[in-house]
């Protein structure tokens, strides 16, 4: 099982990283895994434009933006399992994550028809990572659970529209301190039980 793990962290070693980790021992305890981890405030990835390049209309060209992004867009489609972590900032997910859903559009192949007078009559958008198994990892320093709901519908939103299963959830509060979930013997069960349920589902 190929897993990537996309770390929406400014800080290495930190809540999200711990969770992400035990995500993955989880899925090792049930099966073969090759793990890749993207760090994303330490990857060359340039903040999206928003040029529409990718669309349809514009000839779904490639990305203009020479960085990191395109051999990681490789590399995704190549996964059987996207981990998508992020601590909660500003109540929703990091400017880090944010901008990397936005430059993940190249992977939306999106196709339409058109009428005789050339109106579109009709479009479908086809990710190229359809199907593919996603587990999400949150990690916050509030302890209510409520200031996260908006980061879990932007995180969810994300996997619809990449028409992903999202099969696992890890959601932590209460994280003050940098690696503070590592006292957290629930939160770390959590998941690692995740993790082992990811990889034996179909």
Known sequence: MKIMAIVGSPRK?????????????????????????????????????????????????????????????????????????????GRTISAGLTNFFSRMMPLLKMQIERDENGEIIHAETKPLIRGKKAVTVISQGDFAASSSALLLMVLDANLRDFHLRKVGEVFSTGNLKRGQVKEKDVDLNLAFETGARMAVIK
């Open 13 to 89: 070693g930190s809540n999200v990283d711990i969770l992400i980790d035990r995500v993955i021992e989880g899925a090792k305890s049930k099966t073969d895994v090759d793990v890749e981890k993207v760090y994303i405030y330490e990857s060359d990835i340039k903040y999206c434009t928003g040029c529409g390049a990718h669309s349809i209309l514009q000839g779904a060209k490639d990305c203009p933006l020479e960085d990191d992004m395109a051999d990681i867009l490789k590399r995704m489609q190549k996964a059987d399992v996207l981990i998508f972590g992020s601590p909660n900032h």
